[in-house]
């Protein structure tokens, strides 16, 4: 890490690591900025944002739509968020994993379903308790259960790390583009992080809560608070926050991952010149981003299911019709999930896929006589395009 990449409030931070890296030093980051951020160029962008947030905010409390909340978008982020940081799963896998419980499964399909048990599981808990969520004993349950398939990790996860660790230079801290807290300094410093996302001082008068969330990610990753997994951890608090604050969450890893060199710099400038507007600005982006790929998604879902209404003649309130809807959400389905969510027999459920089978909606992929898996092919074809293009839809 080299001092001249430093602005020199950030240099007035730096303290020697211990042993065997004394000749180094590491950022003992200052606690998070409460006053209002000048965005100056990103200003722009900031507003695109909020009104993004404001769109979505609309569609969910006056429309009612089922999309903006759909399982699928937790299950996008988990597999985006973790890829970020190496670990490759698609989501037909994931989809797979949660219908076929195959312990033949890989280890990173296994590490990319807890990103999004997770996820399923806190931001409703973020939703009831509010800000008040925020504390060093959520960060360390986040990773333990975020790293508890991982086979690798060295530590034991949900311990702060008692080693240095640095970002940049591969293998080499002489190299290194920055050099998180040392040690003895991550918990207070961690302390600092989640009393900011709690919102203690004056940032909820001065800060709008996109800045809130950019600060908090980038303050959150230069203390670095474990040897891996830090980045899945910052990443998985975004919607939290959101659902925090009322807002309806969004998932912005499938952005940061087609734009990770600017998620990179953008961070790299807050460490390193506490350059917050900067890392405003890119979240700012992610949220736009995010909603306009989520309208896209939407539109594309919606008329796919228009065009399976008219693919053959449906009964009436048949488990076949209301079957549907909910092909949309599990794509990747078995015959028992099927039974259960429509409060259906197995038989009845089966009569329906065999229907959707007829019409092309749904395709058997084991070829088991038992335990058989049912994939809508099109819907996954929607959600595994490329971020940002349009769909192709048949039919």
């Not at 808990?125 to 969520?133: F, P, T």
């Not at 975020?146 to 034991?156: A, E, G, N, P, T």
């Not at 980045?231 to 940061?256: D, N, T």
Request: proline share 6%; net charge neutral; charged share 25%.
């Amino acid at each position: 890490m080299r001092r001249d990449d430093l602005c020199h409030p950030v240099r007035q931070r730096l303290e020697r690591l211990p042993a065997p890296f004394a000749a180094h030093y590491g950022v003992v980051p200052a606690a998070p900025p409460e006053d209002a951020i000048p965005l100056g160029p990103y200003r722009a962008n900031h507003e695109r944002a909020i009104g993004a947030l404001a769109r979505v905010q609309v569609l969910a409390e006056q429309f009612d739509d089922p999309y903006i909340v759909s399982r699928l978008l937790t299950r996008r982020e988990a597999v985006s968020s973790s890829s970020i940081e190496g670990t490759n799963s698609t989501l037909d896998e994931l989809l797979s994993l949660e219908e076929e419980a195959n312990d033949e499964q890989r280890d990173a399909a296994r590490q990319v379903q807890d990103y999004a048990m997770i996820l399923d599981q806190r931001v409703v808990e973020a939703r009831a308790r509010g800000v008040e969520l925020f504390t060093p004993d959520l960060i360390a349950d986040l990773h333990r259960d975020i790293m508890r398939s991982d086979k690798d990790y060295r530590d034991v996860p949900g311990r702060l790390r008692s080693r240095v660790v640095w970002i940049g230079g591969v293998r080499d801290i002489a190299y290194s583009t920055f050099n998180p807290a040392p040690p003895a300094r991550i918990e207070a410093c961690l302390s600092e992080t989640t009393a900011y996302m709690r919102c203690e001082g004056m940032q909820a008068l001065t800060q709008s809560l996109i800045a809130r969330m950019a600060i908090a990610h980038a303050h959150f990753e230069a203390v670095h608070p474990y040897r891996d997994g830090n980045g899945r951890v910052g990443r998985l608090m975004l919607p939290l926050i959101m659902a925090a604050e009322k807002q309806v969450p969004l998932y912005l890893s499938p952005y940061i991952e087609v734009n990770r060199q600017a998620y990179y710099d953008a961070l790299k400038g807050a460490q390193q010149q506490l350059d917050w507007a900067k890392m405003v600005g890119f979240m700012s982006d992610a949220i736009t981003g995010t909603v306009e790929e989520l309208m896209i998604t939407r539109d594309a879902l919606l008329a796919l299911a228009s065009s399976w209404v008219e693919r053959r003649r449906f009964r009436g309130k048949s488990a076949a019709l209301r079957a549907l809807d909910l092909v949309r959400n599990y794509p990747v389905i078995t015959a028992k999930r099927l039974a259960q969510r429509l409060d259906v027999s197995i038989p009845a459920a089966l009569t329906a896929i065999d229907q959707l089978i007829a019409a092309g909606i749904l395709q058997e992929r084991t070829g088991y006589s038992r335990n058989r898996v049912f994939v809508a092919t099109e819907v996954l074809a929607i959600l595994n395009r490329p971020f940002g293009t349009e769909p192709i839809l048949h039919g």
